[in-house]
């Protein structure tokens, strides 16, 4: 077992596989940073951490399966709907400080002493996580957020539809014409066409992302003539934050098949 743990020889670990592996961290980092700028801090994201420490023992310690489960952490890391969460408080710096003394030190240990491959691997992460959460901790935007606008979470959350609908849709020939039908302005998370699993961005006739619809404002949902309905997704403003998201449905005969409809 000691032998296994051995640092191997440097040469298994080839230039342009430790570039690669750079590559990633400074990747994962940026992402950190810019995620931060939206107030949305590192929860699942954390684990490309480890995945790239896994995948920097692959060549050393010569085992196949860690690099598939690094590569697997990594994809986990960035895919996740939770990669990221959205907080109104600023991150501490003290943990993200004492992990990156803990792989300063232990680089120092391992520079004087002699280290092996798992050592060198744990003192790299320290320094990743550290730098990471030192990046959140201080990128953070300073000041009161802004209005948080409703995202993908709503498709799959809970949502209840109103008795009175705050919308209405008119066809036209371009698609379906939305128009918020409601006494105040409401704020538009996605919509997707009936029978379709889609989540798409309301736009303005001009082709811009339209995340809020004042009172008597209308978008355009772009459809073809076989389509028998949309759905939208939205929260209604004004109520102290304490909205519940709401779903719009509206359904009809698609023009294409009006001609074969048959009443009972």
């Known amino acids: 077992m000691g032998e296994w743990l051995t640092l191997a020889p440097i040469s298994r670990l080839t230039l342009p596989y430790a570039l690669a592996l750079g590559l990633i961290a400074a990747y994962w980092l940026g ?14 994201a954390w684990w490309g951490v480890p995945g790239l420490a896994l995948l920097w023992l ?12 690094g590569a697997a952490l990594l994809l986990f890391a960035e895919f996740w709907p939770g990669a990221f969460r959205y907080t109104r408080a600023r991150p501490g710096p003290s943990w993200p400080l004492a992990l990156l003394l803990s792989g300063l030190t232990l680089l120092g240990l391992i520079a004087a002493r002699g280290g ?19 990046l959140a901790a201080g990128l953070f935007p300073a000041g009161s957020p802004a209005p948080r606008l409703p995202g993908l979470e709503v498709r799959f959350g ?11 849709v008119t066809l036209t020939g371009e698609g379906a014409r ?6 105040g302005p409401v704020h538009l998370a996605g919509w ?3 029978g379709v699993n889609a989540w798409l961005r309301v736009r303005d006739e001009g082709g811009a992302p339209l995340n809020r619809l004042a009172a008597g404002q209308s978008a355009l949902l772009p459809l073809g003539e076989r ?17 519940e998201p709401r ?18």
């Open 192 to 194: 997707s066409p009936s």
């Open 247 to 264: 779903l719009f449905r509206a359904d009809w005969t698609p023009p294409a098949y009006a001609d074969s409809r048959v009443l009972n």
């Open 31 to 44: 992402r950190v940073a810019g995620e931060t700028r939206r107030r949305r801090v590192p929860r699942a």
């Open 158 to 168: 809970r949502v209840r539809q109103p008795e009175w609908p705050d919308l209405s």
């Open 178 to 183: 939305l128009v918020n039908v409601s006494s």
């Open 58 to 69: 692959t060549p050393l310690l010569e085992v196949p399966a860690l690099f598939s489960l």
């Open 227 to 243: 389509a028998g309905g949309v759905r939208v997704w939205y929260v209604p403003e004004g109520r102290g934050g304490r909205a």
């Open 116 to 134: 092996t491959g798992v050592s060198v691997a744990a003192a790299l992460a320290l320094l990743l996580g550290g730098v990471g959460g030192l």
